[in-house]
């Protein structure tokens, strides 16, 4: 078993230094899948701290699917590398009748997984009234007539660069302001993607979801595949049987079911998408009120430059009201992507765009998003 020091300089939390080190070892193959953990006492001598620091990033490895608690044995790595056939021999498997997958076994279905509710009121998790009005004043005042210019196709560089440095700080997710495009909500985003992909592809999604994503992307002419869930997300030996080129994704908290997918399956939708013209869309709107004292990872994170198309609106952390959505773009592939969209007018009033900017960029918006968590976690611990 490796040994764990905590670099004083680092500026960052004792706790997110060992899960960091915890966690690179797991994906890395130094702790393979089964590998018990040391004790917690064990681990906070080594590395001079406390047991509860220990338990901590053990709780954040354990959330995210890397490893799990049995009773009176300890802490396990759960995660595995490999959950589904190199791509290139998917296809040729299935025509041969063999499944062959190493997907980890069907303990439950989807019927045995409890529904998801909320933990506190709707009214406690709305954005304060009075912010949006002080910040929409502040706007009219200080932007004036400009407000009543043109938007860039793609939206203003004030809210692309706002969202950049957000993603930066709560995401993990760096990328440029080139990269990123704002739309009307999640539904016109859709349909961007389809003008992007192309119509001949067939489109993989959650079974459950929200059925208006099949429906939007029906009527935007491609083919969808349901296919089903466990309790790690998508079951990737279905996923690989299918002849999908996309696959649409709610990783944390998919609606309706619940699920959080693990590290593990996270791993495998990469791994899928690896495969030639392959792409993954991240749909992302639930997780900025996760209950962790740490963002789940991304898929985008895991693979930034080709993939990945991530997605998020401020209808769930704002309010409904509020139609603004964004996407992340792939780095190698933003460019080409964009240059099939260029010809649509950016649908957001420049105005909503400035206060959403403003928002972000004087903290409300992130002050609001922590005294939700909070909440969250409070009601959970009554």
């Not at 995210?64 to 049995?70: A, D, M, P, Q």
């Not at 429906?215 to 030996?237: K, N, T």
């Not at 749909?283 to 990945?308: N, R």
Request: proline share 5%; charged share 25%; aromatic share 8%.
């Amino acid at each position: 078993m490796p040994q764990y020091k905590l670099d004083p300089e680092i500026k960052q939390p004792a706790y997110l230094q060992l899960y960091h080190q915890l966690r690179d070892d797991i994906t890395g193959g130094i702790c393979p899948y089964g590998t018990r953990l040391p004790s917690k006492r064990f681990l906070a001598a080594e590395t001079g701290t406390s047991v509860i620091t220990v338990q901590h990033a053990y709780d954040l490895l354990a959330d995210e699917g890397y490893i799990e608690s049995r009773e009176r044995s300890g802490f396990f790595v759960s995660y595995r590398e490999h959950e589904l056939f190199p791509a290139a021999n998917a296809a040729a498997n299935a025509a041969a009748g063999r499944i062959g997958t190493l997907e980890m076994p069907e303990i439950h279905e989807i019927s045995d997984i409890p529904l998801r509710g909320p933990v506190v009121s709707p009214e406690e998790e709305q954005f304060p009234f009075s912010v949006l009005a002080r910040t929409a004043r502040r706007v009219l005042s200080e932007r004036g007539e400009s407000l009543l210019q043109r938007s860039p196709n793609s939206g203003t560089i004030e809210l692309r660069e706002a969202i950049a440095q957000y993603l930066a700080r709560s995401r993990r997710i760096n990328v440029l302001p080139e990269q990123i495009v704002i739309g009307s909500g999640s539904e016109y985003l859709y349909n961007l993607i389809v003008q992007m992909l192309g119509r001949d592809r067939v489109f993989a999604l959650e079974d459950p979801s929200y059925e208006k994503i099949r429906l939007v992307y029906e009527a935007s002419g491609v083919q969808c595949r349901m296919i089903p869930m466990d309790r790690e997300g998508v079951r990737l030996g279905a996923l690989g049987r299918t002849e999908a080129s996309v696959l649409h994704v709610t990783p944390f908290n998919s609606y309706p079911s619940g699920i959080t997918a693990t590290a593990s399956r996270r791993a495998g939708y990469i791994r899928w998408a690896a495969g030639k013209d392959r792409f993954i869309i991240e749909d992302d709107f639930d997780s900025e009120f996760s209950m962790s004292t740490k963002a789940e990872d991304t898929l985008f994170s895991l693979e930034p430059l080709k993939s990945v198309i991530y997605m998020n609106t401020f209808t769930r952390t704002i309010s409904p009201a509020v139609r603004v959505g964004y996407m992340v773009l792939p780095a190698e592939l933003s460019t080409a992507m964009q240059e099939k969209i260029s010809f649509y007018s950016c649908t957001v009033p420049v105005f909503t765009q400035h206060m959403l900017a403003e928002l972000i960029r004087s903290g409300d918006f992130e002050r609001h998003i922590n005294r939700v968590r909070r909440r969250r976690r409070q009601a959970l611990a009554r």
